[in-house]
Structure formats: structure tokens, C-alpha cells
């Protein structure tokens, strides 16, 4: 049985996952995520439909920033995909390039079996990058 390698790259809006083969076969992207929410800044998310602000609010319970429930929703989002993943026996090893803190986020939410898989995490956001150009990083940077 041959181990297969997955690299996982990502940040609050948007999640890729490679199927790492052999040395120099290409990587192949076998899923990804878009979480557009994400990409708002927190001034956006505060707004009624009636484009009043949020802030200033007197009285209220303390809200959640906007920002940190979205960046949760999207990590619980990936870590059930990357659990599925799993299921499928798409990948035997996770290496995860995060942007922070959706790193830590995602991290909190990974299922007792896909941490078992997980060899290392990199605080360092590769999403903007094609698949080439990731894998090459990766040889060049962090491959064992």
C-alpha cells in the first residue's frame, strides 16, 4: 500500500487540499473551499440591512466579533471536509500552511483522527499561490 501525502493551504476565506504523489509527480488539487464571508472586513459584517452600524450599541449583551464567529464557522467547515477526506482514504499524512489565526482555529477543530494524521503546521498563508508553485515552495522549503 502506497502512503499518500496531503498539504492543506489556507486562511479565514478560502481552503485547498493536495493530493502530494510521488517526488516529482504534480500535485493534485482535490478540494477546496470558499468561505466569502471571510474576506469582509468587520466593518461589512455590522450592518443591518438598513446599512446602520452596529457599534455603539448600549444596553446589549457584548456580541461576538462577526470576524471570529465567520473564521470559525469556515474552520469547523474544512476540519468536517478533511474529515471526510480521511474517510474516503484520500491521504495517510496532513502537512497544513495557515494564515493565523485561522490556524489555531482550524487546529481546535480537527476530528481525533485527523490530527492523528497531522505531521506538521506552518503559520504561513499559500493560498494566493498556483498548485505548482506551492509544490515547488514546498520542495524547496520544507520537504523532509
Same mark, same amino acid.
Given at each position: 500500500m502506497v502512503s499518500r501525502n496531503a498539504v492543506l493551504?489556507?486562511? $479565514? $476565506?478560502? +481552503?485547498?487540499?493536495? &493530493?502530494?504523489?510521488? =517526488?516529482? !509527480?504534480?500535485?493534485? @488539487?482535490?478540494? &477546496?473551499? *470558499?468561505? +466569502?464571508e471571510g474576506r469582509q472586513h468587520a466593518g461589512d459584517q455590522e450592518r443591518t440591512p438598513h446599512g446602520h452600524s452596529?457599534?455603539?450599541?448600549?444596553?446589549?449583551?457584548?456580541?461576538? &466579533?462577526?470576524? !471570529?464567529? @465567520?473564521?470559525a464557522a469556515f474552520a469547523r467547515d474544512v476540519a468536517a471536509g478533511l474529515q471526510q477526506a480521511l474517510i474516503s482514504d484520500? *491521504?495517510?499524512? =496532513? @502537512?497544513?500552511? +495557515? $494564515?493565523?489565526?485561522?490556524?489555531? @482555529?482550524? =487546529? +481546535?477543530? =480537527? $476530528?481525533? /483522527?485527523? /490530527? !492523528?494524521t497531522l505531521r506538521r503546521t506552518h503559520p504561513l498563508d499559500l493560498t494566493a499561490l498556483s498548485p505548482l508553485e506551492i509544490q515547488k515552495r514546498w520542495n524547496k522549503e520544507f520537504r523532509i
Open positions: 493551504v489556507a486562511n $479565514s $476565506s478560502v +481552503a485547498r487540499l493536495f &493530493d502530494c504523489g510521488p =517526488l516529482h !509527480q504534480p500535485w493534485v @488539487e482535490t478540494q &477546496d473551499w *470558499w468561505h +466569502a452596529l457599534s455603539g450599541r448600549t444596553g446589549l449583551a457584548p456580541h461576538t &466579533d462577526t470576524r !471570529q464567529r @465567520e473564521r484520500r *491521504w495517510h499524512t =496532513l @502537512e497544513v500552511f +495557515a $494564515s493565523n489565526p485561522f490556524l489555531g @482555529e482550524l =487546529l +481546535a477543530h =480537527l $476530528s481525533p /483522527a485527523v /490530527a !492523528q
